[in-house]
T-cell receptor
C-alpha cells in the first residue's frame, strides 16, 4: 500500500488560495488519489479524487503530475469554514487493495481573518 | 433516513467491561470499516468487512472483535475494555465498482474507559 506524507499543519488568511501537497512515491498503477476533509467532532467527508493531470469540482482542484508521485489539493479563496484537517489517501477504487484504506495524520489547516 | 448511523454516540465504561458499538448503513454498501481516532492523531483502521460474513484485520485490531451477519450492520465489540481504548470510533462504508470508492462516515462514537 502506498504511504503518504503531508505537512502536519498550515496556516492561511481568509481569501487566499491554499495548496496542500501530498507525497506518495510508491503509488501503484491502479491507485487513485483521494482527499478527505474532517471538521472537529465529525467523520471525514470526501472532497475530490483523481488519477492523473487535473481534476476540478465545486470546492477544490487536484493537481497530479505525470509521474504521480505527489499530488496537490488546491482550495481557492479559503474562508474560516475551511479550517479542518485534510487527508490524502492513495489506493485502488475497486480492487482488493481498496479494502485497507489507511489515513495518515493529515494536514491541519487553520484559516484566520 | 438513508445514511450511516452509529450508536451510542457517547459511552463511558470501566476497565474490563464489554462494550459494543453499533454501526448501521442503509445503502447496502458492501464494504464497511471501523476506525479509531485518538486526540491529535489521524484515523487508524481497526477492522474492515468486504461483505456479510467476511471480515479482516486492519492496522490495530488487538482487543477488538467484529461480526457482520447482515450487510447493513457492522458492530464493533471491545471484549474487555482498557484505558488505552479510550478514543473516538468512526464507522464507514463504501460501495462497489463503478464509483469513486468514496467512504461515507458516521458521526462517531466517543468512548471513555475509566
Amino acid at each position: 500500500l502506498a504511504k503518504t506524507t503531508q505537512p502536519i499543519s498550515m496556516d492561511s488568511y481568509e481569501g487566499q488560495e491554499v495548496n496542500i501537497t501530498c507525497s506518495h512515491n510508491n503509488i501503484a498503477t491502479n491507485d487513485y488519489i483521494t482527499w478527505y476533509q474532517q471538521f472537529p467532532s465529525q467523520g471525514p467527508r470526501f472532497i475530490i479524487q483523481g488519477y492523473k493531470t487535473k481534476v476540478t469540482n465545486e470546492v477544490a482542484s487536484l493537481f497530479i503530475p505525470a509521474d504521480r508521485k505527489s499530488s496537490t489539493l488546491s482550495l481557492p479563496r479559503v474562508s474560516l469554514s475551511d479550517t479542518a484537517v485534510y487527508y490524502c489517501l492513495v489506493g485502488g477504487r475497486n480492487t482488493g487493495t481498496a479494502s485497507k484504506l489507511t489515513f495518515g495524520t493529515g494536514t491541519r489547516l487553520q484559516v484566520t481573518l | 433516513d438513508a445514511g450511516i448511523t452509529q450508536s451510542p454516540r457517547y459511552k463511558i465504561t470501566e476497565t474490563g467491561r464489554q462494550v459494543t458499538l453499533m454501526c448501521h448503513q442503509t445503502w447496502s454498501h458492501s464494504y464497511m470499516f471501523w476506525y479509531r481516532q485518538d486526540l491529535g492523531h489521524g484515523l487508524r483502521l481497526i477492522y474492515y468487512s468486504a461483505a456479510a460474513d467476511i471480515t479482516d484485520k486492519g492496522e490495530v485490531p488487538d482487543g477488538y472483535v467484529v461480526s457482520r451477519s447482515k450487510t447493513e450492520n457492522f458492530p464493533l465489540t471491545l471484549e474487555s475494555a482498557t484505558r488505552s481504548q479510550t478514543s473516538v470510533y468512526f464507522c464507514a462504508s463504501r460501495g462497489l465498482a463503478g464509483t469513486t470508492g468514496e467512504l461515507f462516515f458516521g458521526e462517531g462514537s466517543r468512548l471513555t474507559v475509566l
